[in-house]
């Protein structure tokens, strides 16, 4: 926790930006990847989200730590991405199927888990919210500050996207046999 305050206070004085992104890019990331499906768009994204981080970090409280405060500003700002551009900020099931991967390199398509692949088919509403529980472990708390939702919405939205998740993970074991 000490490392936190000594990066937070050398990014209020404008400095230590290198070693926040070297400690928590990969977090914004994760966030920016799950989130928004153009891949075009997420370094664009991740700009605007390291920029906010930079103009905002003066009126960071430590109320909570800094990865959820990160957590909170990629979330946000992937959804307004979507509102401003009025397009759908997660892949939706039928976008995998027609999704070409041409311009995506074979180790991408190779490295892409069947959990992955199911993850990118569950609903919208829900893909965030296991994401942040099973593969960043995130506390129900801390999710519900990242998503401003109580803890027990958090909870049914985790449950309703595990038994999703199962669902389309079935289907897509029986699509093989």
């Not at 970090?57 to 430590?62: D, Q, T, V």
């Not at 390199?105 to 490295?111: A, F, H």
Request: with cysteine.
């Amino acid at each position: 926790m000490t490392e936190e305050r000594e990066l937070i206070q050398m990014m209020k004085a404008g400095r230590g930006f290198e070693t926040f992104l070297a400690e928590y890019g990969g977090l914004v990331r994760s966030v920016v990847i799950r989130m928004v499906y153009s891949r075009r768009e997420h370094e664009d994204i991740m700009q605007e989200i390291f920029v906010k981080i930079a103009e905002n970090i003066g009126g960071f409280r430590g109320d909570s730590r800094l990865s959820t405060w990160v957590y909170t500003i990629a979330y946000r700002a992937c959804i307004d991405y979507g509102k401003k551009e009025k397009r759908d900020v997660l892949l939706k099931a039928k976008d995998i199927d027609d999704h070409s991967y041409s311009s995506v390199e074979p180790t991408d398509v190779e490295s892409t888990t069947d959990l992955e692949r199911g993850l990118m088919r569950l609903d919208e509403k829900y893909r965030i919210f296991v994401s942040l529980k099973y593969i960043d472990g995130l506390s129900l708390k801390e999710i519900g500050a990242i998503t401003g939702l109580g803890t027990g919405a958090v909870k049914s939205r985790i449950h309703r996207g595990i038994k999703e998740l199962r669902d389309i993970m079935s289907n897509m074991a029986e699509v093989r046999a």
